[in-house]
Structure formats: structure tokens, C-alpha cells
T-cell receptor, first 115, second 114 residues
Framework: AQSVTQLGSHVSVSEGALVLLRCNYS??????LFWYVQYPNQGLQLLLK??????LVKGINGFEAEFKKSETSFHLTKPSAHMSDAAEYFC?????????????FGKGTLLTVNP | DTGVSQDPRHKITKRGQNVTFRCDPI?????LYWYRQTLGQGPEFLTY????????KSRLLSDRFSAERPKGSFSTLEIQRTEQGDSAMYLC????????????FGNGTRLTVT
């Protein structure tokens, strides 16, 4: 079984500050890991994904995440927050053993950016 | 690429009524997925189609739920005898069957059962 824990249901930062959203996963097989963003009343948009290879993954809108197997973590960061980054962020995991269809999501972290 | 389209965006119904949602995937995508998202939670997997074949159903999908994808293109999700606990956002996603192909999500249908 797989699971995802997102520490902090709500994170608030000032515009221009570092964004750090935490994600820890549990998986009995090598995981594929994803970060999605959801704006109000919209679906989910893929920010970035880790499957194999380089553990530091760069995504859209200046976000990046690092896969740390020893810590079972996949934290999302952005050096400088922008007002447009305000949204809900979901970390997800699936098994590397087959199709990536059955994503297991965390409960989400709502990011607020203050002017 | 016009994205995944879902209809309606919002649906309010009374308990006990039947509702049907539609999803049009990205045209070249042969995989289609339904997820459900309740307030304060991440999306949960419901079911998955490869072309017209429904390959997996979650235990969350009770007998009141049925999904179809008759010609391997659009899909419908029907809920019979709705209950208040069915109130949620129903998300559709699609992808190709290439390894590591990411899921593209629609904007969802928000169901409110009164």
C-alpha cells in the first residue's frame, strides 16, 4: 500500500519569500512522485514529476522538488513566491511497477501569498 | 489539444435522484480516469478505462455508481439514488498509454446533494 503525508494543511508566505511545501511518502516499491497544483474551482495541473534518474526535478512556474529516498521525502520548493502561486498543492505517489494511473494523493497544502 | 472537458460544472440534486456526468478526454488519449475529491481531501481513484474497457474499479465505487466509455472516446459517470455523502467534486483525467504519460485533469463536476 502507498500513502502520502503532506505536513501543514496551510502555509503562508510573503511575496518574494521561499516556498517550501513538505511531502513524505510510503511505498513498498520504488515510487513515482508527482506534485499537482489546483486553483479554485479548477482541475489539477501537473507541476513536476519524478520517475527515475536525476533526483532534483524542475517543473513549471519555477518550482522544483528533490527526491530523497533515505528520508522518503519529495518536498516542493520555489525560491521566490509570487502572488499567482496562491493555490492548493497536492503531492501524489504511484507504483513504478506499472501504469501511473492509480495515483494516491495527499490531503493537500493551501498556499497563501501575502503582499 | 483542447484539454479534458467535463459537463456540467455544477450539479445540485435532491437525495434519491439520479445524476449523470460526462467527460470528453483529450482526443488522442486512450486512457480515461475518474477520481473523486471531497472537501479538505486529495482526489481518490474511482475507476479507469483503457479505450472502451473498464479495467479497474475502486471499492469506493458502490453499486450505485456506474461508468461507461462506449466507443472509447467520451465517458459518463452515473450515480443512482444519490445520497448526501456523494457530494463531492468528480474529476476526470486522461492520458496516453505511453510509459510515464502524465494525467491531464479536467475542471471537474461539483455535485451537491441536498
Amino acid at each position: 500500500a502507498q500513502s502520502v503525508t503532506q505536513l501543514g494543511s496551510h502555509v503562508s508566505v510573503s511575496e518574494g519569500a521561499l516556498v517550501l511545501l513538505r511531502c513524505n511518502y510510503s511505498s513498498s516499491v520504488p515510487p513515482y512522485l508527482f506534485w499537482y497544483v489546483q486553483y479554485p474551482n479548477q482541475g489539477l495541473q501537473l507541476l513536476l514529476k519524478y520517475t527515475t534518474g536525476a533526483t532534483l526535478v524542475k517543473g513549471i512556474n519555477g518550482f522544483e522538488a528533490e527526491f530523497k529516498k533515505s528520508e522518503t521525502s519529495f518536498h516542493l520548493t520555489k525560491p521566490s513566491a509570487h502572488m499567482s502561486d496562491a493555490a492548493e498543492y497536492f503531492c501524489a505517489v504511484t507504483s513504478s511497477g506499472g501504469s501511473n494511473y492509480k495515483l494516491t494523493f495527499g490531503k493537500g497544502t493551501l498556499l497563501t501569498v501575502n503582499p | 489539444d483542447t484539454g479534458v472537458s467535463q459537463d456540467p460544472r455544477h450539479k445540485i440534486t435532491k437525495r434519491g435522484q439520479n445524476v449523470t456526468f460526462r467527460c470528453d478526454p483529450i482526443s488522442e488519449h486512450n486512457r480515461l480516469y475518474w477520481y473523486r475529491q471531497t472537501l479538505g481531501q486529495g482526489p481518490e481513484f474511482l475507476t479507469y478505462f483503457q479505450n472502451e474497457a473498464q479495467l479497474e474499479k475502486s471499492r469506493l465505487l458502490s453499486d450505485r455508481f456506474s461508468a461507461e466509455r462506449p466507443k472509447g472516446s467520451f465517458s459518463t459517470l452515473e450515480i443512482q439514488r444519490t445520497e448526501q455523502g456523494d457530494s463531492a467534486m468528480y474529476l476526470c483525467a486522461s492520458s496516453t498509454d505511453s510509459y510515464n504519460s502524465p494525467l491531464h485533469f479536467g475542471n471537474g463536476t461539483r455535485l451537491t446533494v441536498t
